[in-house]
């Protein structure tokens, strides 16, 4: 069975950093993602990464702000959060795709972690 475990969520002023982290156990070679979803709005995507880690992805609005890495030896996924704006805050969760290709649709993904709140004050 796969469980993941998010952390690493706070409260930052604009501009600050955060590095969440997704433990995973259970089938940990695959696709992994982060996805956030504010109060009244869906879950989206933020971004993913290849099981090797050489491959991401990531939406437009944190291009060149955020970097996913993992860690497969410690099985753990990490989301580098930089210059972070009031329009982050959201509920970050990870989550693991049953297939091996990057993908930007909540629907391929089938695990996901509880969720980290992040709050950026302005």
């Known amino acids: 069975q796969v469980q993941l475990v998010d952390s690493g969520g706070g409260l930052v002023q604009a501009g600050g950093s955060l590095r969440l982290a997704c433990a995973a156990s259970g089938r940990t070679f695959s696709t992994m993602g982060w996805f956030r979803q504010a109060p009244g709005k869906e879950r989206d995507f933020v971004a993913c990464i290849s099981s090797n880690g050489i491959r991401t992805q990531y939406v437009d609005s944190v291009k060149g702000r955020f970097t996913i890495s993992r860690d497969n030896a410690k099985n753990t996924v990490y989301l580098q959060m930089n210059d972070l704006k009031p329009e982050d805050t959201a509920v970050y969760y990870c989550?693991?795709?049953?297939?091996?290709?990057?993908?930007?649709?909540?629907?391929?993904?089938?695990?996901w972690g509880q969720g980290t709140q992040v709050t950026v004050s302005s």
């Open positions: 989550a693991q795709s049953k297939w091996g290709f990057l993908s930007d649709n909540v629907a391929q993904y089938d695990y």
